[in-house]
């Protein structure tokens, strides 16, 4: 349901693109008119969501492209292969890739707690960075650079110890990085989905999103274009005044 076009002649890059939220921002955003950058560790997967990008307004370019944002040095071929290709950085970045493992932190096993903290949070780390360095370097006038954490984040959750703190994390990481970038006229925000119907939460029991949806106050699952509404408000010039924020997009999950 994209009737603005809130983002014409704006570069943006979308980590995590080629499935779920990151696929629903890359197609939001190319509906506002943006060229999109669909970042992904599956090169298939971002060549679909590539597929599926309107081209109705001038201008517009479109590319896939594979990266792992847990390695600094994928990151870095990213961010020139992109610049090689448009001839500027992008302006809007969005930290969609991310992964779950899952157990109790009485059995959780040292390396699924180290490889969700390298994709969640390093790697938003890296992307932010990277993207930071090349707006700045370019005197690029503005930039929005937009993460996505989790509610788990702000009250943990059962058996995702790893995951609650990676998405802890990235708030601290964009706090700092707004009070940091703001002089470079960068905003950076999060946005804090509560449960998506993405390929994600299909590997969460029936049984355990059941009675999370009696928590619900909407009394329903999020759908990824839900997330990318807000990713698509926070890259537009309508939030120019809003940064180091977290906009929770629940469904009224946790208030307070
Ligand atoms: P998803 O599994 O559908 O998509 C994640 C994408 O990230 C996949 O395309 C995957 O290939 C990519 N990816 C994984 N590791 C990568 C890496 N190292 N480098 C580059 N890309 C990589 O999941 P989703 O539900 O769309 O999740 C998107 C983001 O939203 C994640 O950060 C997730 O933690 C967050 N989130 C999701 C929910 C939810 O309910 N689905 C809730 C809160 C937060």
């Given amino acids: 349901m994209a009737s603005a076009a809130r983002l ?9 693109g080629g ?22 560790i599956s090169e298939e997967s971002a060549n679909e969501t590539l597929g599926s990008l309107p081209n109705d307004h001038r201008g517009q370019d479109h590319m896939a492209a594979v990266v792992d944002v847990s390695s600094k040095e994928s990151v870095k ?28 932190l009485l059995n959780m096993e040292e390396e699924d707690f180290d490889r969700v903290v390298q994709i969640n949070l390093k ?3 890296l992307l932010t960075q990277a993207v930071a360095q090349a707006l700045v370097a370019c005197g690029a006038p503005k930039g929005s ?14 058996g995702q110890a790893n995951y609650a703190a990676s998405k802890a994390g990235v708030e601290g ?13 960068i905003r ?25 949806m009696s928590l619900v106050p909407l ?13 698509a408000f926070l890259a537009s010039d309508e939030s120019r005044y809003i940064t180091g924020e977290s906009i929770q997009v629940t469904g009224g999950l946790f208030m307070g």
């Fill in 145 to 158: 650079i937009i993460t996505v954490g989790s509610i788990v984040g702000k009250v943990g959750n059962i």
């Fill in 123 to 125: 790697g938003s780390f």
């Fill in 188 to 212: 950076c925000n999060c946005v804090l989905p509560g449960f998506i119907s993405t390929p994600m939460t299909e590997k969460v029991p029936d049984k355990v999103i059941n009675k999370m």
């Fill in 19 to 40: 499935s779920g939220i990151g696929r629903a921002v890359c197609q939001r955003f190319a509906c506002e008119g943006a060229s999109v950058v669909v970042a992904d």
């Fill in 77 to 104: 071929k990213l961010l020139t292969s992109v610049q090689t290709c448009y001839f500027q950085p992008p302006s809007v970045c969005v930290n969609a890739a991310g992964i779950t493992q899952d157990d109790f």
């Fill in 219 to 231: 009394g329903r699952m999020g759908q990824p274009a839900e997330v990318a509404d807000v990713c």
């Fill in 173 to 185: 990481l964009t706090k700092t990085a707004a009070k940091e970038l703001s002089r470079f006229g």
């Fill in 8 to 16: 014409v002649s704006r570069l943006a890059l979308v980590t995590g």
